[in-house]
């Protein structure tokens, strides 16, 4: 299918009208002409047929009838001679009876062929009548010739104004084509191109010269101004490809015309792989159109909705989630040029909020369960406690003391998680001894272990140094890993513990390892993240997900330490930390020590 502009179809309507104008007066001129020749020639019949009459009747007046035949025949035979258009004569009486025929009629009827039947008087007394068959040949060939001249006549006219429309045509084209290559040069930065055009005349001339003065300011404002219009370009292209969050702007058909290095890092695409391209046709790894729906979408918004807020949505891309924002653009005149996209990458932010949502999800479950033991025995201890022996009392108190240690353990560790966090808060440190603290600590927890008959081994290295530490903080992180070494070893077990100096002699080591059910390889790098915890068929112990955060929160952020795991699934786990040697504390140079409130605060959590 041919594409045509409205020009070639003005031009093509206007030619398709004139012909059919031409041809119509034509068939009008020559169907006329024909009517008119026709008329001519049967009046000519007519009066052909009213002479013959009248001089037959005076031929034949008076006349013996074998004489009247005579002089008939010889009249017809030199009329019909002469005339070669009459085909036969016939004389009939009153009766209208055959008396005399010269010549015969056609078997055939030709359709210009005809026969005219006058009265003939003698003595105003009509005696007979004659009838004469013409053949039409003059007629058809009169008619033939003048169809043809005004055939080949109008057809002269039409080729002539055809001929005349193709030449201004082509005039008036050639012309347009220089305007649309003088255009195209314009718009392509050529300042200053004129259009010289020859036998111009009328409004293309007044347009060409126009174009031309045109032409000339804008290469005078282009030297006027290139330099300053260059610089707030460079400007607004830096200022854009420094922004951190991805930007696409798109024209009003939706090609992207700019993208900033951060948008191409967040699409994984390169310049020539994006630019003048659909938005809506960029996939992303996956084959999912990430902007399609939200296009359409924002093209639906009304203006006056789209112009007080943007369409705000999520955007997942490459495994990553972007919250991302389509505002319109327009001019000062507020004519619609396209539309902007913002891409700010809120992947930690999602996980975070997952992260949150699962805690409190876990909070609420694992608070609820013993506050719910607790409430059930002490409701049982009140309203029954005299049908129970001391025995069963002792069983109930124990389990309510075991419940109330696990409560006060999650409170704690949401306390100290808060506290911890805070980036202005720097715990007191001493110069102490590791292994005394292991020892203290392994001998406050072992109560816990004898209830699965764990055992532990402490292994150190004998003359280690002391290290800047917060007794009270490493205390709560060796409980925090040795109770999940506890959780997650089989009974009759043994958890060991080494203290030594690492292979580079820089930090010193504290390691608790247990034959437990392990850790799967995929969540070694996350098992010290806040609110992580371990989901498989094998991990069923519930807890909040902040105990090894806040070791990691303890050893790295308040010791300036190292926090490690080791462990593969149905092999045990070894976790660990590191302390640096040779440092000293520095806290009390760059932000406030602990208050006197906050030592309570952590006492009280010890307790």
Known sequence: MFNLSNQNKIIIAGWCLSSLLIFAIAWFMIDKTQQTISESYQNFGLVLSRTLATESTDLIKGLPPEDKKYKLEFYSEKLMHDNKDIEYIIYKNNESEVLYQ??????KEDKNAFSINVPMYLNENIV???????TGSSMTGISKTTR??????????WLLSMLAVLINTLLITRQISLLSKGVKKISSGEFGYKLEGKDLWGEIKLLFDEFNHMSTKLRKYEEENIE???YEKNKLESVLMSIVNGVVVCDNYDNVILINNAGLSVLKVKPEEILNKKIQSYCDINGNFAFEQHISEFKNTPREEIEQEPLVFQANIEEKIYQTSISPIFTPHEDYLGYVIVLHDITKEAQIDKLKNNFISNVSHELRTPVTVLRSYIDTLCNYGNDFDEKTKHEF????????????????????????????????KQLLDLKPIVELTVASINVIASEKNIKFSVITEPDLPKVYMNPDSIERSLKNLLSNAIKYSPEDSRVKIRIEIDNTGQYLECTIEDSGIGIPSEHLDKVFDRFYRVETEAHTIKGTGLGLHLVKLNIEKHHGGQVFVESKAGTGSK???????????SADNNTREVTESETETDTIIQQ
């Open 128 to 134: 007979g009548s004659v009838e004469i068959g013409f």
């Open 575 to 585: 976790f660990g930390f590191r302390l640096p040697l040779n440092t000293v504390d």
């Open 102 to 107: 010269f010549g015969s009629k056609p078997q």
């Open 397 to 428: 108190l124990q389990i309510m003391n075991q419940e109330a240690k696990r409560l006060n353990n999650m409170v704690n560790d949401i306390l100290d998680f808060s506290r911890l966090e805070s980036p202005n808060v720097k715990i007191e």
């Open 228 to 230: 300053e219009l260059a």
């Open 148 to 157: 043809n001249s005004m055939i080949i006549i109008f057809t002269v006219i």
